[in-house]
């Protein structure tokens, strides 16, 4: 998208707050002194056969990003591309029961969408929300000093592969990987919300990595982290082992090269491939002053987000990661 959009001139609005340049989880555009609209719009290919469980955690997926920016869900549209004349339409009910279920979970409206006809079923949603003009939240905020925080496990990219190739059972996912990607991240900002946050993103398609180089060149500063402090889904690491992957690792791997990446970890290929694995409705990293990261970590797992964890820190050295063993 980034390549695409070269050559076209951006937007001059001083009301809007919140574009495309630091590749943040939504537009935010100032509509009065105590309201900030957010917008944005996301839709996926299907990680599991179930529609009901797709239904869900596409729409979380797609509600996350105005979570991220410290917002309230409002309103959702569907985004629907659906075979009609090869899948039954009891497949797109139940698809669009779960995104219904979860626009009411947030608390939000369903209030319509549109629809064609593709060869593979597709389906998001475009959510608007509110945020006050002064208290946005980028993923360029972090300073040095800040502690990151890392919400939901690692790996479901890889673990979403091996089912349909027949390494990874579905009942296993679904007991220990869906009910996490279909969890709203409301709660963990609510929480997050409550301390001196400085900055959030949500962790999706760039893996890790891709996102940890986002907030670095966000705040020109480097970001370092600890791979043994890193959550990752029950059975990740294996099916890497077993010669699993995703069509994303390679170009993820390319991106995060490109930004001052130093490896001071002695790891194996496949350790290493999950810090590329993209994730579908992962958790939020926040960046928070590292005086109060174990008091929200204490708060989050109180609350329910158990995956919840302290992963490294911002410093004040040359923009880019480090990763530590």
Not at 30 to 49: C, G, H, Q, S
Not at 213 to 238: D, I, Q, T, W
Not at 275 to 291: K, N
Request: contains cysteine; charged residues 20%.
């Amino acid at each position: 998208m980034s390549d695409a959009l070269k050559g076209l001139a951006p937007p001059t609005d001083s009301n809007l707050l919140v574009g495309i340049e630091t590749s943040d989880d939504a537009a935010v555009y100032r509509l009065n002194d105590e309201i900030a609209m957010i917008n944005t719009v996301d839709f996926i290919t299907p990680p599991v056969d179930d529609p009901y469980w797709f239904g869900q955690i596409s729409a979380a997926n797609s509600i996350s990003d105005i979570y991220s920016m410290g917002g309230k869900p409002l309103t959702a549209l569907n985004v629907v591309m659906f075979p009609s004349k090869l899948l039954d339409m009891g497949m797109l009910h139940d698809i669009l029961r779960g995104g219904h279920d979860k626009v009411v979970e947030a608390g939000a409206c369903m209030v319509g969408g549109h629809t064609v006809d593709d060869e593979e079923p597709k389906y998001g949603l475009c959510v608007n929300g509110i945020v006050h003009p002064d208290r946005v939240i980028t993923n360029a905020g972090a300073r040095p000093g800040d502690a990151l925080v890392l919400t939901k496990p690692l790996g479901s990219g890889v673990l979403f592969n091996a089912v349909r190739s027949g390494k990874f059972s579905f009942r296993e996912l679904e007991r220990e990987v869906l009910p996490q990607l279909a969890f709203l991240n409301g709660l963990t900002m609510e929480k997050a919300l409550q301390h001196d946050l400085h900055a959030c993103t949500d962790v999706t398609g760039f893996g890790i990595l891709g996102h940890l180089v986002e907030m670095a060149h966000g705040c020109n500063s480097r970001v370092v982290v600890s791979y043994r402090k890193l959550p990752f889904y029950p059975g990740a690491l294996e099916m890497y082992e077993k010669g699993e992957t995703t069509g994303s690792n390679e170009a993820n791997r390319r991106m995060v090269a490109r930004h001052n990446f130093e490896l001071r970890a002695a790891l194996s290929s496949p350790e290493e491939e999950l810090l590329y694995d993209p994730q579908t409705s992962g958790g939020l990293l926040l960046a928070l002053p590292g005086s109060q990261a174990d008091e929200l970590v204490s708060s989050l797992w109180a609350a329910g987000v158990s995956a919840a964890v302290k992963i490294g820190e911002i410093t004040d050295d040359s923009v880019g990661i480090t990763l530590e063993a």
